[in-house]
Structures are given as C-alpha cells and as structure tokens.
C-alpha cells in the first residue's frame, strides 16, 4: 500500500487500484489502470440529516492520518460546530468507508451521493420502485440508468421488511460495486431527486458503512458481494417443481374462486395435457383473512383435496400472516398478545393497511405465537391434504415495534424458519436483504400485468433479483395477473416460452378459457394457444435436467441460473444493454419474442453459436429480423461447452 499526501489530494494506491481523496471539496475517486470506475457526487460525497431537517453537508478535509491500514479522516461541513469522521480502509479487491458525526446533535439519517455517469451502466438493486404509475407492475430498469423520468428508481421504504426483493448491492458497467451494510430502513434514488446523482439514505443514524468493490468484471463483484451475503445453501424446489409447472387460482379467478370453478379447472388443464406438478388455491377461501377455515363456497375441501390428488397434482393454498381486524382469530391473538404492538402505544396491537384491509400481523418473536401459527399451518396440512403453501405476507412492519430485541433482519430470519418446514411448492416466498440468500427460497417476482410491457417487466426483474444474490427465480404468473383483462392470445404464449427458459415455471391464466373480470364475460382462447403453451412446457420438462445442475451449481458458487450475456462476456460492450435476452447457464442464450409481431433482433456475444431454429452454426453478432412465428422459440447454443453435447441432444 502506497501512500501519497499533497496540498490537494491524499490518494491510497493499491496493486489493483487507487483511491484519490479530494481535500476541498471533500470527494472521494476510484481508479482503476488511470481509469475513474466510481466517484462521489460533485453536490457532495455524504451528508447528515437532524431530525429537524437540516442537512449538514462536508466541505473541506481538515486531517488526515494513515494509521494500521486505515486512512482516518476529520471532514469540516457546513455546520462549524459538526465534523465528519470518515475511515477509509482498503484491502486487494474493495475498500471499506465508515463514517460518523462528532459535535452534532442526533442525526435522523445518513447519506452518500455518487456521481452515476462515473460507474457507466447500473445493476443490482432487486425490484425497483419508482414514481410512474403503474410501477413495479409494469415497468423495471434495466440497467437502472436506462429510466427517465418518473421512470427512475426512487423508493423511500427500502429495507429489510420490504415487501418488494430489495438488496442494498449496487454495481456497474466499470466493475465497481457498492454494499451498504445495515438493517435500517433506507431511501434510495437513481437520479429521481437529483439529476445524474445516486442517492443511499440510511435512516435512523448518524453514521454509515460501506463497501467499495474494484474488480476487473461485473460477475466478480457480484461474487464478492455473494461471499459477504452467503450462497444458497441448498436448492429450494424439488425435482418436480423444477420440471413442470405449478398451477395458481389467482389470475384465473382472483378472490371468486370456488370449490366447483376450482375443480374444472385443475380438470380441463389435466385433460388438456398442460403439464403441472400442483393445483394452489389462491385467495378467496378463508372465512376472514388471517381466519384458517374455510368459507361457504367450498363445501367440501377434504373432497376437494382428494380430488385434486386423484388428478396426480400436489394441493396447495395461499396463506398470510396478516389478521384482518373483523377476523375471529383477530380477537384471540389480540387478547393473547400475539400481535406486534404499536410503536406509540405498546399496550395496543400495530394497525396496517394492506391490500386487503387493516390488520394485525403475527408477532413471531413471541415463541407462543409462532407456534400458535405454526399450530394452524399444520392443522390444515392434517385436517384437508394440504401438501404446501404459499406465502403471500410480510413478516414484520417498521411501522410496528419489534420485540425480544429483534430488528427487521430478526423477523425476517423467523419468517424464514418457519416457512422451511413446509413446501412452498415452486411458488416461494419473498425473503430478501444480506443473508437471506443462505435460505435458497424459489423468488416469484411481484405481481405483473398482462400487457407487453409486464412481459418485458418480468424478464428485466428476474434478472435483477438473480443478479442479488437470488437465483431460483420465477415470474409472476405467466400472462400475469393484477386485475387486468386478461393476456392476449399472442402475450400469453409468448410469456409462457419466456418462462420455459427460466429456472421455474409459475401459471395460473388457463390457454383454454379464462374470465374476464374487468368486462365481466369468458374468453376463450384458440385452439393454438394450449398447444403452443403446452409445447412451451414440454420444452422447460425437456431442459429440466440441465436447469437441476445449474442450480446445484447455483448452491456450490453462487452463480445464478438466469443472468445477464455480460457476466459471461464482460468485452461485449453492447451486452451490457440487452434487456430483452438472457443466459441460461453459460451455454444457452434465451431470445423470445417479447414483443407483437414474428421477428426480432437477436444480439449473440462473440463466439460461436447454433441456431437451434435454424439448425445451423452462427457467428456472434446482430441478427437482424429473426423470423419466429407464434410456435417459435429462438434459442441459442455456445458451441465448445462441455454441456453443449447435450444440449444439442435435447434441443434437435
């Protein structure tokens, strides 16, 4: 380590790097060979919020000492009386930036600036919330730089009990990265609040940690942010649900479902031969929410069940920790204390407001409570063949308080346990933030609708929760769902082959018949569309054996199954944008229509490749007007894999 001080600058220089330390204005830039890959905002490098609003930003660096490795920093700021101190210590491929006030009174937040156009392209993040309407339903960045407008990310409730998949991991186009470590809630802007400027808020303090990576590609620092948050520690589907696809009520009915409307259903797909593995009963069977019994419109659910079995599917229904304040059980946990309290008067249960009602949620640090939901989760299993869930709720609320000394993380963490001892049956759970990886969960994306743009929506959000550190993902319910009219004919065959090169296939909207709520009359789909769906289902069967080894390999490295073309060819400049293409693995590039129309444009990364539709080898390159008719799929082999042997094999 090599250290150099001037009248202007301090500058750390490492073997693969340099950090340039700016005395006035205070600003902090990393080089790598001559090259700038990340620099602080030129508005500012941090800034410190008191709760009464006033921002207090640093100007000049007033010392600076290097000491054991660490370059200690005390940074004058607009307030006399208030002085930053921020440490900088460096190691081979990151530097780490602790800051803190001194001479203040409590600060409300903490913040860091960067400048973005210093980092090129942006990635990471997870699902991205942001002003425009509509969103995150139909609109993701990817990268994230490619939003204007109100289209940019901004989301004032990022943090571990968010109900979005959120990681505070940001990298770019230069190989650099960011890692914010904290379990706070924070406020994240991508050049919303300020033009050209990321903004990474953390709240509730006066100080901030984070990590800088400084590598040579995107994919490595992905992988040292996988080895700070843990890698999957074993796979979270089975066989089965890797294979086939599982079968949802909700878009086929939302919350109207019933017994008999249920059972047709699962009858005509199976008749059909659309392959699936399960039949879950989405919302609209409790009594009440939170209430585990079952209403009027299903009569006979143990029936049900063996009916549903008899068929060769598992049965699985939808659940949430959410008790709505009309529920019977909302009595009995109140009056139990198994509720989170509110935070402004702990005598009380917390009150939300979820899409659903007011509630109560379900206080998992109380031991006695846990076990009384876990009591009930059980008692369906035993009492109506129910093989497994899915969990649609958050598990705790920052606008609740904790309790037993848990934090966010903490509730997290419980919600997880408990959610490991049942099948979640390919459709997962929404478990996110550093560490949560380990758990191996199936991620389904948010909720999507059914238009052209959610399809394009759910392509870029599953790379963008594969690329934190999440790689068993699935989309939304094919042809999505949100209370929209139903997908075309042409976008629900075309999500339907999206999905078929994911790692797991998630339905509901049936390719014979489904309801249109919004017009109140059924839609019948062509004859064409169940077998173009069914074909697209027996190609995910067919590839099944080659995803299960990736996503063994996904729990050996971290790698994920789905990724972007650059993290396998880092000198492609124009992979970098593509957003409508992915790898599955390393040897096969995904390209389906996305689009009206039967032609597209296919970017293939230098090398060589074999056009499966065609049957013939290509050059990588742009291919202009690729012809693919309704029933087309393109797709894409490297050749000179050690698995492009078989791939050939199952693709001919």
């Known amino acids: 380590m090599a250290v150099r001080q001037d009248a202007r600058t301090v500058t750390l220089a490492t073997p693969g790097y340099e950090i340039a330390v700016a005395r006035e204005p205070f600003a902090i830039t990393t080089r790598r060979a001559g090259r700038t890959v990340l620099a602080t905002a030129a508005s500012g490098a941090f800034d410190v919020t008191r709760p009464d609003g006033t921002r207090v930003t640093p100007t000049k660096v007033a010392s600076a000492r290097w000491s054991h490795g660490t370059l200690d920093l005390s940074v004058a700021t607009s307030d006399a009386a208030t002085t930053l101190t921020v440490a900088v210590t460096p190691s081979a491929d990151r530097y780490r930036v602790r800051t803190g006030v001194k001479g203040a009174s409590a600060a409300s937040a903490t913040a860091l600036h960067l400048d973005m156009a210093s980092g090129g392209h942006w990635y990471g993040h997870g699902e991205a919330k942001s002003d425009a309407e509509g969103e995150p339903d139909t609109r993701q960045p990817w990268p994230l730089d490619a939003a204007t407008g109100k289209e940019q990310v901004n989301d004032t409730s990022f943090g571990p009990a968010s109900y979005l998949m959120t990681e505070p991991f940001w990298f770019t186009a230069t190989s650099a990265g960011l890692y914010v470590d904290t379990g706070n809630l924070m406020r994240v802007s991508l050049g919303r609040l300020h033009p050209g400027v990321a903004d990474f808020e953390v709240t509730d303090t006066a100080s901030l940690d984070a990590t800088f990576f400084v590598e040579r590609t995107p994919r490595a620092v992905y992988q040292d942010y996988i080895g700070i948050a843990g890698r999957p520690r074993a796979v979270g589907a089975t066989p089965a649900q890797f294979t086939e696809p599982l079968w949802n009520s909700w878009a086929q009915f939302y919350s109207t479902v019933d017994q008999k409307g249920f059972l047709e259903y699962a009858r005509s797909l199976h008749d059909a031969g659309v392959l699936g593995h399960t039949m879950q009963l989405d919302d609209g069977w409790m009594t009440h929410y939170g209430d585990y019994t079952w209403n009027a419109k299903f009569p006979d659910p143990k029936g049900m069940s063996d009916q549903i079995h008899a068929m060769g599917y598992g049965f699985g229904v939808w659940i949430t920790q959410w008790i709505n304040l009309d529920a019977d059980n909302y009595q009995v946990a109140k009056d139990k204390g198994y509720l989170l309290k509110s935070k402004q008067d702990p005598s009380q249960p917390?009150?939300?407001?979820?899409?659903?009602?007011?509630?109560?949620?379900?206080?998992?640090?109380?031991?006695?409570?846990?076990?009384?939901?876990?009591?009930?989760?059980?008692?369906?299993?035993?009492?109506?063949?129910?093989?497994?869930?899915?969990?649609?709720?958050?598990?705790?609320?920052?606008?609740?308080?904790?309790?037993?000394?848990?934090?966010?993380?903490?509730?997290?963490?419980?919600?997880?346990?408990?959610a490991q001892q049942f099948d979640l049956q390919g459709a997962g759970i929404r478990v996110h933030w550093t560490g949560a990886q380990k758990y191996g969960f199936v991620t389904r994306t948010v909720d999507k609708g059914t238009d052209w743009a959610s399809l394009n929506a759910a392509v870029k959000q599953n790379l963008a929760v594969s690329v934190i550190g999440y790689p068993f993902v699935a989309t939304d319910m094919i042809g999505g769902s949100d209370s929209m009219p139903p997908p075309s004919p042409e976008v629900l065959v075309r999500w339907a082959q999206a999905a078929a090169l994911m790692p797991i296939e998630y339905s509901s909207t049936s390719p014979l018949k489904v309801y249109d709520f919004v017009n109140r009359t059924w839609v019948t789909y062509p004859p064409e569309v169940a077998r173009h769906y069914a074909a697209a289902t027996r190609l995910h069967a067919a590839l099944a054996p080659y995803i299960r080894d990736q996503a063994d390999r996904a729990v050996r490295t971290g790698e994920p199954i789905m990724k972007p073309l650059f993290f396998r060819h880092p000198d492609d400049p124009a992979s970098y944008t593509v957003a409508d293409e992915w790898l599955l693995g390393d040897a096969l590039l995904a390209a389906p229509v996305l689009a009206s129309g039967t032609s597209r444009d296919v970017h293939l990364p230098p090398g060589a490749w074999y056009d499966v539709v065609r049957h013939r080898a290509v050059k990588g390159g742009g291919l202009r007007g690729y012809r693919a008719d309704l029933g087309t799929v393109p797709l894409f082999v490297r050749l000179g894999t050690s698995d492009t042997p078989r791939l050939l094999k199952i693709l001919e």
């Open 350 to 418: 917390c009150t939300v407001t979820w899409w659903n009602g007011k509630a109560g949620l379900i206080d998992l640090g109380n031991p006695d409570a846990y076990r009384w939901y876990e009591g009930q989760l059980k008692k369906l299993q035993a009492d109506y063949g129910v093989d497994g869930f899915k969990f649609d709720t958050k598990f705790f609320d920052e606008r609740c308080a904790a309790s037993n000394g848990l934090d966010a993380a903490g509730y997290r963490r419980l919600g997880a346990e408990l």
